[in-house]
Nanobody, 122 residues
Framework: QVQLVESGGGLVQAGGSLRRSCAAS?????RYWFRQAPGKEREFVAA????????HYADSVKGRFTISRDNAMNTVYLEMNSLKPEDTAVYFC??????????????????WGKGTLVTVSS
C-alpha cells in the first residue's frame, strides 16, 4: 500500500524558513508539493522527478523554495525560505504514476499525504 507521510511545517514569521519532508513507502514516482490556502483552490508548488532529479516550480515560489530528494530514504524535502504571509496554506505531498513530467493539475495526482498547515505571520 502506498503511503506518503509528511512532517515539518508549523508557524513562522515572515522572512523565516521551514522545511517539509515527505517519506514514501511503496513507490518511487516523481514527487510533488501542492498547497491550498483558505478559500482557494489547491495549487502546484514544486515537483521533482525521481530518476533524473529534474525540478520545476510555481512562479510564486521560484527562488525561495527548493525541492530535493534522498533516494536512499525515499524522502522528498521542501525547503521554504523568505516566507511571506501569502504562503500560508495547507501543504500537501503528492505523487503520480503518470510518466508525463511537469503536471501542475492536482487532478493528475494519484496519491496524497494528509497535509500540514504552514502559517506565516506578518
Amino acid at each position: 500500500q502506498v503511503q506518503l507521510v509528511e512532517s515539518g511545517g508549523g508557524l513562522v514569521q515572515a522572512g523565516g524558513s521551514l522545511r517539509r519532508s515527505c517519506a514514501a513507502s511503496g513507490l518511487t514516482f516523481s514527487r510533488y508539493w501542492f498547497r491550498q490556502a483558505p478559500g482557494k483552490e489547491r495549487e502546484f508548488v514544486a515537483a521533482i522527478s525521481w530518476s533524473a532529479g529534474l525540478t520545476h516550480y510555481a512562479d510564486s515560489v521560484k527562488g525561495r523554495f527548493t525541492i530535493s530528494r534522498d533516494n536512499a530514504m525515499n524522502t522528498v524535502y521542501l525547503e521554504m525560505n523568505s516566507l511571506k504571509p501569502e504562503d500560508t496554506a495547507v501543504y500537501f505531498c503528492a505523487a503520480t504514476f503518470s510518466t508525463v513530467w511537469g503536471i501542475r493539475d492536482p487532478g493528475g495526482m494519484n496519491y496524497w499525504g494528509k497535509g500540514t498547515l504552514v502559517t506565516v505571520s506578518s
